[in-house]
């Protein structure tokens, strides 16, 4: 089902959580919002559950207008950081919770709900532990039983709370790979919410970056990590080294010096760089020039701090050969320039141009 | 205990497990047990025969059904709205909050008897809440109701005081849970909350109930005392006390530690079970 988003907003005590946010989710798609904490995410997905109620804005389920509708009426299934399970009750009973509690018009028969409930913990491979007690599970395994408990409903949509979020990194990539091939398997409209980037990126068809309420750029993986819309998608997503600049007759001053860097436009704006994307140059070519500050061996690499005119501190990566080792010693000059950079105006938000 | 392969406990970081287990015991046989075997031993002495026909005595099984009759009332009572307070308590902020808080512990601070005054003089049929009740034809002081009553005031704050901590552990998510999942208020309260209290309903249940069975204080001067309809056993005891007939004294009170004993085990069990039952510890 499509969900609409026009312009809601959100504060709690004067705090706005959510600012005036607008987004069109496509049947069918998974959709990650990611920011870090405070960006709103999580008030966002509460929203869309019915979880919170909005101080503005509507959203639409479909072509019917669901903001007036109870948690309840809303058929979302939700899925909570930390499970949210009835510890009371065993898996099978926490997975059938959903249907048992509908209104006896709508019930299935008790062995309908028992049988949807082993078929559900079939799809999220949990066969055999349907009479353990979510205290007897693993947290992965709780996790899968709160997401077939959510599935059970069969959901307009399906919003996952940072679901991994409190796994180990080796549960949680497991889990996330799994969770693709269910999405493909079920199509279910999916909306996560993380804070952790290769997770977005890797799982997602869309990533919608937050940043204090608003949003920063809604794009595939690709967009995000290539074309960053703003110096804060491209500081938070990856890797990124950035230097204050002044564009001058199309060309790239920094620290007052050329930099053999194009740019057109002029005053003062922000280089933003990837340190991987850097080639060293021999001393005297033109450059962006500095000195090392320190060195630290990465598995195949070596990342230099490299401090440029003086105050400003960057990152660079470069090859970790025999050869550089001695030469890139701290207090050494060195000379590099990005292969792909991008530049934003100090004051705004819009790239200028790009690499 | 190094070194040998046989040890009768596992060795722990915790210091100090053989002297606080001993010091366990020996507290507890000093302060619980002897006086209690001291009782049992007393009442042993009177022999079979003239033990079953103290503790048979129409008067004394009277009593003894009046008051555990009563204390399971008022156990009862509380449980619900003992939980009912804790749920205000935990769930809502509002002005006035911590002075109800505090109000909860009183009839833990109050000297029963003045309880009893209290309530007496609030339900004697000349009282303020008496005097409209009378003429409703409830008798409240002076009968087993105000019994009931004052119990049900001196064991409050054990049902609050112990669903409280539990509540508030009870995350808001398991709700917000069961509402995505389409219950209604009802169906949450009843599914998912009310189960996952249920241990310490219980326990708070439990405590409530020997209090009320054990009290004396207030009830003495709210029930009116008539033998056979308002007098509870703890008064009977003191009655045979002050008569000097110590064997009828201690027949009733070994036949009321019987009865609270089995009682409180019989919860435990209620309580372990339930605890097995709805997954916690295992």
């Known amino acids: 089902m499509d969900i609409v988003l026009q312009n809601i907003s959100k504060a709690f005590d004067d705090y706005p959580a959510v600012h005036d946010i607008s987004l069109a989710i496509r049947s069918g798609e998974l959709i990650a919002l990611l920011g870090p904490s405070g960006s709103g995410k999580t008030t966002l997905l509460r929203l869309i559950a019915g979880l919170e109620f909005l101080d503005r804005g509507r959203i639409l389920f479909g072509d019917e207008d669901a903001s007036a ?185 920094v620290a007052g010096r050329p930099s053999g860097l194009v740019g057109a436009g002029a005053g003062a704006a922000r280089l933003f760089f990837r340190p991987g994307h850097v080639d060293l140059l ?32 960057v990152e660079i990566d470069v090859p970790s050969l025999p050869e550089t080792s001695g030469v890139l010693e701290t207090g050494s000059e060195v000379v590099f320039r990005p292969r792909e950079f991008r530049l934003y105006g100090e004051s705004e938000t819009a790239p200028r141009r790009a690499a | 205990m190094r070194g040998r392969a046989r040890t009768w406990r596992k060795r722990s970081v915790l210091p100090g497990f053989g002297l606080s287990l001993g010091f366990t015991i020996a507290y507890l046989g000093l302060v619980v047990l002897v006086p209690l075997a001291a009782l049992v031993i007393k009442s042993a002495g009177l022999g079979a025969a003239e033990f079953w026909r103290l503790a048979t005595d129409p008067r004394t099984l009277a009593a003894l059904r009046l008051s555990f009759g009563t204390a399971l009332v008022a156990a009862t009572i509380n449980a619900v709205f003992g939980a009912l307070i804790a749920w205000v308590l935990v769930r809502y902020r509002f002005f006035g909050r911590r002075f109800l808080d505090a109000v909860i512990d009183l009839p833990f601070a109050l000297p029963t008897a003045v309880a009893g005054i209290a309530l007496t003089s609030l339900y004697a049929p000349n009282g303020w809440v008496g005097q409209f009740l009378q003429p409703l034809g409830l008798k409240v002081a002076y009968a087993p109701a105000g019994i009931v009553v004052a119990l049900t005031f001196v064991s409050l704050p054990f049902v609050v005081r112990t669903v409280e901590p539990v509540l508030a552990e009870i995350d808001r998510e398991l709700e917000e849970a069961a509402a995505t999942l389409g219950a209604s208020r009802a169906q949450t309260m009843f599914k998912v909350i009310v189960p996952a209290l249920l241990p310490a309903l219980l326990t708070g249940f439990a405590l409530a109930l020997a209090r009320a069975v054990g009290e004396y204080g207030s009830v003495i001067f709210i029930a009116g005392n008539i033998p056979y309809v308002s007098e509870i056993a703890p008064l009977l005891i003191v009655i045979r006390l002050e008569e000097f007939d110590y064997a009828g004294a201690t027949a009733v009170a070994a036949v009321m530690l019987a009865i609270a004993f089995v009682m409180l085990f019989v919860i435990n069990l209620l309580q372990a079970w339930s605890r097995r039952r709805f997954g916690y510890g295992s």
């Open chain 1, 282 to 313: 021999r001393p005297g070519e033109r450059g962006i020039a500095g000195v090392v500050t320190g060195s630290r061996r990465l598995t195949d690499r070596r990342r230099l701090e490299i401090a440029v005119g003086g105050s400003h501190s």
């Open chain 1, 69 to 253: 509708k109870s948690v309840q009426e809303r058929n979302v299934g939700f899925v909570f950081q930390h499970y949210a399970l009835f510890k009371q009750m065993n898996v099978a009973d926490n997975v059938g919770f959903g249907l048992r509690v509908r209104p006896r018009a709508s019930r299935p028969g008790r062995t309908e709900i028992r049988r949807r409930a082993l078929e559900l913990l079939d799809l999220v491979q949990l066969s055999g532990l349907e009479k353990r007690f979510p205290m007897q599970l693993s947290g992965g395994q709780r996790q899968r039983v709160a997401l077939a408990r959510a599935l059970a409903i069969e959901p307009a949509v399906l919003l996952l709370d940072e679901p991994f979020g409190a796994l180990d990194a080796k549960v949680r990539k497991e889990l996330r790979r799994w969770l693709r091939d269910l999405h493909e398997r079920t199509g279910h409209t999916t909306v996560f919410v993380t804070h952790d980037q290769e997770e977005a990126l890797e799982l997602a068809d869309r990533v919608v970056v937050m940043n204090a309420g608003r949003v920063e750029q809604v794009g595939t993986a690709d967009d995000i990590y290539d074309a960053p819309a703003s110096p804060f998608v491209h500081g938070f997503i990856g890797e990124s080294s950035s230097l204050p600049v002044t564009l001058s007759g199309g060309t790239i001053l």
